[in-house]
Each structure stands twice: as structure tokens, then as C-alpha cells.
């Protein structure tokens, strides 16, 4: 053995960040659809294993009533091949991804679907028919896309923005991307989300334009321009989500150590974050595209079914949120 393992077992671990016993966020999310109605949803190119079997899960789970759009011959036989039963759904043909993409579209425009939802097709495919100024679904919001994370590292939900859709923001941009992320929050159980705006530095560095951004969206916060959330920034990672790295670094604000939403400078930096708590931390991500007519349900082809059953039990609950025929 080492000279140094005895001192090494002596010292005791202090984590700046809590950890708690295991996940605890995404089944609460799915127990709360239980009571709701199931949306009709218009799934695009289910054409992989895991598209496919989270497709049929969130529909035998009550969450969606999916319609497959596709190539129907491949779609069957790999259902088939799966040992999955679509009889009971709704097909339309489709031959190629775009011409897919376009159905689902057009399907939630005329009212028919409430949702949508990324089968195994690229996501710039999608969202090439989805964000088409004349036939997509654009709303005067920017369309923005969030992660939402259960991670037993973390004793919230933690939602990530943007690490999907806009690649470098500027401030316009941001003030819908946060209010995007604020209103998913509400839908979510969160009713005064914390919003920990990132970068490098917690002060204002005229250098460095997240700091910037940061400082502006906080002061638009104070004049009302964004509602319902608490914002603060520029905050780096370890002090919007450690109480300890705040005190040791002198912060006093009600955002730090306990963020419910974490604000990225761009794209880059929000997926790299993203896919770092997921692989290296344990995390379980769901995603959702926000800022459109309908909830798009935006995963990467390579993320499980279970988490794709949980991205749409989120995009439930955001309809029932800003559709309040049944209460939430």
C-alpha cells in the first residue's frame, strides 16, 4: 500500500455541490400527465430502433397519440423487426425526411397535431420545415431549444438553454430564449425560476460579451421587459449551481448555488455543457423546442427511450400550460 493511502482515506470529501441519493426529477414530471389527456402528436421519421420504441412507449404510457410520418413500407418492417405492434397508429407516407419534416409541419398548423417529435431524421431537417417563414411555425417568440436534466449531482430540476437551435445569440435573441426558458418553467412546477446567466467571470467585463448580455437582461428584468423568474448574471457554472463556491468567492444573490436555469453564451459552450453532465455526470436529458406554435420534442438520435418518454411528458404539460382546458 501507499505511504499516502492511509492519509488519503483520512480526509474527508467536502463537495461544493449537495449530491443527492439518485435520480429524483423526470418521474414526477410523467406522473403528473397521468391525470391529463393524451395529445395528439405528429411524429417525424421514426425510422430507428430507439425512435421507434420511444414512440410507442409515450403512447401505451397515455402521453401522445402519435401519428408515424414516414416511409411506411420501412416503418412496418421495422416495427416488425422490433417486435412492436403500429396497427392502431395513423400513418402517412412519406419518401424522404424533408417531405416528412413538411407533413408534420403542416400537420400542426391546421390544428391536427398538438405536438411534434424528432423520429431518427437530422435535426436541421426538422427544423429547416419547422422555422420556414411562410409554412413553419414560427410565433413572434425566437425559437429557442432547452435541455431539461435529472442529475444526482444536483437537488433541482436543471434546464439548459440554448444548446440546440440559435448558435450565437445576440441580446434580442436571449431576451426570448429566457423568457422561453421561464414559461417551461412554470409549466414544469417552477413558479419563480432562478436564472443564472453564464460566462467565464462573475463581473462585467466590456471585453467578454456574455458579461455584457448578462448585465442587460438583468437590468430588462428589473424594468419588467422579462417576467416571472429571477435573474442574475454574469455567473460562472460552480457559482449559479454551488452555495460554497459563492460564499468562498464573496456572492450574495438568490440565484447563486440553487439555479433552476442556466443561460448560456452560445450553442457551443450550452451542448458541450450539456453532454458533459450526460456522460461524464450521470445526468438524464430531455429536450423541447420552445417558441413555436406547438411543443417540438427535439432529442438526439442517439438519447434513449426513456429519455424521449420524458420529453414528452414535458411537452404535455407545456400544452396543458398554455392551454388550460384541463387543469395542470
Given at each position: 500500500?501507499?505511504?499516502?493511502?492511509?492519509?488519503?482515506?483520512?480526509?474527508?470529501?467536502?463537495?461544493?455541490?449537495?449530491?443527492?441519493?439518485?435520480?429524483?426529477?423526470?418521474?414526477?414530471?410523467i406522473?403528473?400527465?397521468k391525470?391529463?389527456?393524451?395529445?395528439?402528436?405528429?411524429?417525424?421519421?421514426?425510422?430507428?430502433?430507439?425512435?421507434?420504441k420511444?414512440?410507442?412507449?409515450?403512447?401505451?404510457?397515455?402521453?401522445?397519440?402519435?401519428?408515424?410520418?414516414?416511409?411506411?413500407?420501412?416503418?412496418?418492417?421495422?416495427?416488425?423487426?422490433?417486435?412492436?405492434?403500429?396497427?392502431?397508429y395513423?400513418?402517412?407516407?412519406?419518401?424522404?425526411?424533408?417531405?416528412?419534416?413538411?407533413?408534420?409541419?403542416?400537420?400542426?398548423?391546421?390544428?391536427?397535431?398538438l405536438?411534434?417529435?424528432?423520429?431518427?431524421?437530422?435535426?436541421?431537417?426538422?427544423?429547416?420545415?419547422a422555422m420556414?417563414?411562410?409554412?413553419?411555425?414560427?410565433?413572434?417568440?425566437?425559437?429557442?431549444?432547452?435541455?431539461?436534466?435529472?442529475?444526482p449531482?444536483?437537488?433541482?430540476?436543471?434546464?439548459?438553454?440554448?444548446?440546440a437551435?440559435?448558435?450565437?445569440?445576440?441580446?434580442?435573441?436571449?431576451?426570448?430564449i429566457?423568457?422561453?426558458?421561464?414559461?417551461?418553467?412554470?409549466?414544469?412546477?417552477?413558479?419563480?425560476?432562478?436564472?443564472?446567466?453564464?460566462?467565464?467571470?462573475?463581473?462585467?467585463?466590456?471585453?467578454?460579451?456574455?458579461?455584457?448580455?448578462?448585465?442587460?437582461?438583468?437590468k430588462?428584468?428589473?424594468?419588467?421587459?422579462?417576467?416571472?423568474?429571477i435573474?442574475d448574471?454574469?455567473?460562472?457554472?460552480?457559482?449559479?449551481?454551488?452555495?460554497k463556491?459563492?460564499?468562498?468567492?464573496?456572492?450574495?444573490?438568490?440565484?447563486?448555488?440553487?439555479?433552476?436555469?442556466?443561460?448560456?453564451?452560445?450553442?457551443?459552450s450550452?451542448?458541450?455543457l450539456?453532454?458533459?453532465?450526460?456522460?461524464?455526470g450521470?445526468?438524464?436529458?430531455?429536450?423541447?423546442?420552445?417558441?413555436?406554435?406547438?411543443?417540438?420534442?427535439?432529442t438526439?438520435?442517439?438519447?434513449?427511450?426513456e429519455?424521449?418518454?420524458?420529453?414528452?411528458?414535458?411537452?404535455?404539460?407545456?400544452?396543458?400550460?398554455?392551454?388550460?382546458?384541463?387543469?395542470?
Amino acid at each position: 500500500m501507499s505511504d499516502l493511502a492511509p492519509l488519503a482515506e483520512a480526509v474527508a470529501v467536502d463537495p461544493l455541490v449537495g449530491h443527492p441519493a439518485d435520480y429524483h426529477v423526470f418521474h414526477k414530471f410523467i406522473e403528473r400527465c397521468k391525470e391529463l389527456p393524451a395529445i395528439a402528436t405528429a411524429v417525424v421519421w421514426p425510422l430507428s430502433d430507439v425512435a421507434m420504441k420511444g414512440t410507442v412507449e409515450a403512447a401505451v404510457e397515455g402521453l401522445i397519440e402519435p401519428t408515424l410520418i414516414g416511409d411506411e413500407a420501412a416503418m412496418k418492417e421495422l416495427a416488425a423487426k422490433i417486435g412492436l405492434d403500429i396497427s392502431a397508429y395513423p400513418i402517412l407516407h412519406a419518401e424522404t425526411e424533408s417531405k416528412a419534416a413538411e407533413l408534420g409541419v403542416a400537420m400542426c398548423r391546421s390544428g391536427n397535431a398538438l405536438a411534434m417529435m424528432k423520429g431518427s431524421l437530422h435535426t436541421d431537417e426538422l427544423m429547416k420545415a419547422a422555422m420556414a417563414r411562410d409554412t413553419g411555425l414560427r410565433t413572434a417568440r425566437r425559437i429557442s431549444h432547452v435541455f431539461i436534466m435529472d442529475t444526482p449531482a444536483y437537488a433541482r430540476t436543471l434546464m439548459i438553454t440554448d444548446a440546440a437551435i440559435n448558435i450565437t445569440p445576440e441580446l434580442e435573441d436571449k431576451i426570448h430564449i429566457v423568457q422561453n426558458a421561464i414559461d417551461l418553467a412554470h409549466a414544469l412546477g417552477i413558479p419563480e425560476p432562478k436564472v443564472a446567466l453564464l460566462s467565464a467571470v462573475e463581473t462585467v467585463n466590456p471585453k467578454i460579451k456574455s458579461t455584457l448580455d448578462a448585465a442587460a437582461l438583468c437590468k430588462m428584468a428589473d424594468r419588467g421587459q422579462i417576467v416571472g423568474g429571477i435573474l442574475d448574471g454574469p455567473l460562472a457554472f460552480d457559482t449559479a449551481v454551488s452555495v460554497k463556491a459563492a460564499k468562498i468567492k464573496g456572492l450574495v444573490s438568490p440565484v447563486t448555488g440553487q439555479a433552476d436555469i442556466l443561460v448560456v453564451p452560445d450553442l457551443e459552450s450550452g451542448n458541450m455543457l450539456a453532454k458533459q453532465l450526460e456522460y461524464l455526470g450521470g445526468a438524464q436529458l430531455a429536450g423541447i423546442v420552445l417558441g413555436a406554435r406547438v411543443p417540438t420534442i427535439l432529442t438526439s438520435r442517439a438519447d434513449s427511450a426513456e429519455t424521449r418518454l420524458t420529453s414528452c411528458a414535458v411537452a404535455v404539460l407545456l400544452h396543458y400550460a398554455t392551454h388550460p382546458q384541463v387543469k395542470v
